[in-house]
């Protein structure tokens, strides 16, 4: 009994552990409000030295001078600037002359290319003796006398060049054009044949500006200004760009419902004819079977009944054993050949199914 006692007692203990709670313990704690005080601070300036401020009056002064140095350094970094190309546009002149003989002398007769030399040379002694206190103006006026006679000539060598390049660059592009149309007959149904007619119809137009302008130019005096120029070429078909780019954008038209209806039906038609075709020769490997089932109880039948012929000829004749044997032989190999033909008819009904 006091054992019991004891055990009672050290089973409630771990329980009473158990249930006994920690004790916490809840700390508030309360924020300061911060309080904020303003005050005006009254300021008084004051300047120590000789260095004064300036006034009104001075610093609008001295914004006109550094206004006044900022212009005339622009006016001379311009100035710098027009000598320069001057003098390297007297340089460019001779140097083509030079270096592009055979070109120049294509699109320009003698004459031309004399004055634009003799023009060069002037150009060059007027520099260093009166134009070395020219001013920026002066300058600007002579370079616009050197300049445009002689950039006409270099502008029809840079054309002849130019010409032969754009031309083949838009064929090839009017071949694009047409290729890109008929394709479009088969995968853009909703472009109509008269939008395609349309199209084909100014590229057959922009094909014949083509032709008629090589050959005015052809015809024209090659040391004259071009019939014309090699920046046009690519513009001749932008209308048609415009065109195309508004077409690729048409959406294709949206099935109707009716359609779709009619496809199902068909669908539907065509599984169920499946169906009725796979019954069909189920029932036609189902009738060989049968067939076959037929033909096998038959043989038995003919069997029997040979067997009880058999049987009657012992009886009626019991000296003839060979004869009688021979013929049961016979029998069972026409039973095994029924069986043979049974199962090769079995074979065939499977393999169908």
């Not at 007692?9 to 508030?28: G, H, S, V």
């Not at 395609?196 to 015809?219: F, G, S, T």
């Not at 077409?247 to 949206?254: D, E, F, N, V, Y």
């Amino acid at each position: 009994t006091e054992s019991d006692d004891i055990g009672k007692d050290n089973a409630t203990k771990p329980e009473l552990k158990k249930k006994k709670k920690k004790k916490t313990k809840t700390i508030t704690v309360t924020k300061e409000k911060k309080r904020v005080h303003k005050r005006t601070l009254s300021v008084d300036t004051y300047h120590v030295g000789r260095i004064q401020p300036y006034n009104i009056d001075t610093l609008t002064e001295s914004q006109e001078k550094l206004a006044g140095m900022a212009a005339s350094d622009a006016e001379r970094i311009r100035f710098e600037e027009v000598k320069n190309k001057f003098e390297s546009y007297i340089y460019r002149i001779k140097n083509k002359l030079i270096d592009d003989e055979e070109a120049i002398g294509a699109v320009s007769t003698e004459e031309q290319r004399d004055a634009l030399l003799k023009s060069s040379q002037v150009a060059e002694e007027w520099m260093y003796d009166e134009g070395y206190d020219a001013d920026l103006v002066t300058f600007e006026e002579k370079y616009v006398e050197l300049y445009e006679p002689a950039e006409k000539v270099f502008f029809r060598v840079a054309e002849v060049e130019a010409r032969p390049k754009v031309i083949e660059a838009l064929q090839l592009k009017l071949i694009k054009i047409i290729a890109l149309l008929r394709k479009w007959e088969t995968t853009m149904p909703q472009i109509t044949a008269d939008e395609r007619a349309d199209v084909l119809a100014k590229v057959d137009e922009v094909k014949n500006l083509i032709k008629e302008k090589e050959e005015a130019q052809a015809a024209a005096d090659p040391t004259e200004d071009p019939v014309y120029k090699s920046d046009e070429i690519p513009l001749m078909t932008k209308e048609i760009q415009g065109i195309l780019s508004k077409l690729s954008k048409r959406p294709k038209p949206k099935p109707e419902k009716t359609n779709e209806t009619d496809v199902k039906t068909n669908e539907t038609d065509v599984k169920t004819n499946e169906t009725d075709v796979e019954t069909e020769e189920f029932k036609f490997a189902t009738n060989e079977d049968d067939a076959a089932e037929n033909s096998a109880e038959d043989s038995t039948e003919e069997a029997k009944d040979k067997d009880e012929g058999d049987k009657e000829d012992n009886a009626i004749d019991t000296g003839d054993e060979e004869t009688s044997d021979a013929a049961d032989a016979n029998d069972g190999n026409a039973d095994e050949e029924n069986e043979d033909e049974r199962s090769e008819e079995e074979r065939k009904a499977e393999d169908e199914l």
